[in-house]
């Protein structure tokens, strides 16, 4: 991959297409390091289900982020590595957020989280659940997530994530 410019300019965030899935799955191949990758078939059912949340961010023709968005009900999560299909939820879910190891520290966390937010608030969604993973609890609650009491339903979802998961959740209405 050729070097990336030390700035935010002329990037861009878009939906995924399916020419992107190979740069996806190498990214999450380098930021999941404690946890083993999900397949391809698992990572696609999420934009199958909701292809105008699921996006990338795009740098001189390089794809150096990705964020994988769905509907899904506020309080839950789905178990990893097991594929969805569309339901209806007043919530979304931030299922995967990974930044390319060579675009990391120049703000494209908060870019992309706040991109998805304002279509979140847009679309009227009351919140975003996600589980936090591999030390990364702290960022979130940084950016406004707070931890929520798992219902049972969670408890045995969150089974299939490493030991240190946390479900948190950002209120938006």
């Not at 999560?77 to 390319?100: R, V």
């Not at 979130?140 to 408890?155: I, R, V």
């Not at 979802?157 to 998961?165: E, G, N, R, S, V």
Request: proline residues 8%; contains cysteine; aromatic residues 8%.
């Amino acid at each position: 991959m050729p070097k990336l410019r030390d700035s935010l300019n002329d990037m861009s965030i878009r939906p995924i297409t399916a020419s992107d899935w190979p740069a996806i799955m190498a990214i999450q191949a380098q930021c999941y390091i404690e946890l083993t990758p999900e397949s391809l078939a698992v990572m696609q059912s999420k934009w199958q289900a909701s292809p105008t949340t699921c996006l990338v961010v795009e740098q001189a023709e390089n794809i150096v982020a990705y964020a994988l968005v769905h509907p899904w009900p506020q309080g839950d999560a789905p178990s990893l590595d097991t594929p969805i299909t569309l339901i209806k939820s007043h919530s979304w879910y931030l299922h995967d957020m990974a930044i390319s190891p060579a675009a990391q520290g120049m703000g494209l966390g908060k870019q992309l989280l706040e991109y998805v937010i304002n279509q979140a608030t847009q679309l009227s969604k009351h919140g975003i659940g996600l589980v936090a993973v591999q030390g990364a609890k702290g960022y979130w609650q940084a950016q406004g997530f707070l931890p929520a009491t798992p219902s049972s339903t969670l408890k045995a979802a969150l089974k299939t994530y490493p030991a240190d998961a946390c479900y948190l959740y950002l209120t938006l209405d």
